[in-house]
């Protein structure tokens, strides 16, 4: 493999699961380098990443996950690398499917792939909410696209130089990178596509959409993001604008 590829995995509070994807990487994806981003965690995590020995960001201040991934892109750019693979700390993404996707975007011409965990049936289950948003994100997107995406919400995706470029911009990565982003990168020009993928529960710690105040919020603030991009994609349809 000539090409140069970043594994960027946003951190909070995984003192106990970053060593399962780090490890996994190192294992099943040995010529990509990794990044944690450790996102203020207010557990050991940081103290688990020296004991790595793994390449890692510090955030002083906690700015969530889309700014945790959005530290990972700016230091992908800004290192040159080609490609991107975003990464969950949790241990739920396995680097032998992070396979499929790199397969995918060098054949396919894509900007952006995303590992699916409906495109085929797998043994993965969603909560009640996570499901429902998730069937209606990938709705709207159809409609607002004309663009069949299964797993909108999917964390596993690899970028290529001109989305990391893209990402690495002001303004350009939202709270919520999932759907909204997703469909925003379609009406632009930019090419989506998607891989099969099996992926893992979670086994310790708490996800960020945990609870039901955090999911409620969650699609409230897609559904508000999904219809702006589509009132804006009405009027500007050109490749490589910025909303």
Known sequence: MNDRVLFVIPAYNEEYNISRPVNDIRANFKDADIIVVNDCSKDNTLGA??????????????????????????????????????????????????????DMIKTSGANIVIGSRFLE?????????????????????????????TDPTSGLQILDRKTIEKYSQPGQ??????????AKMLLFG??????????????????????????IKYVIKNIYSLLIIFIIGIFVRRPNNVI
């Open 49 to 102: 990443l020296k004991k790595l020995d793994v390449g890692y960001l510090d955030h002083p201040v906690n700015l969530g996950y889309s700014g945790a991934v959005q530290t990972g892109i700016k230091y992908a750019k800004r290192n040159d690398y080609d490609y991107v693979i975003q990464f969950d700390g949790d241990g739920q993404h396995l680097a032998s499917e992070a396979h499929k996707l790199y």
């Open 121 to 149: 049936k797998t043994e993965y289950k969603h909560s009640f909410f996570r499901r429902l948003g998730t069937k209606l994100f990938a709705f709207l997107i159809k409609i607002i696209t004309k663009k069949k995406i």
């Open 173 to 182: 990565y939202p709270e919520f990178p999932d759907a909204n982003l997703i």
């Open 190 to 215: 930019y090419k989506v596509e998607e891989v099969s993928c099996i992926m893992k529960e979670r086994t310790d710690g708490v996800s960020m959409h945990a609870g039901i105040v955090k999911p």
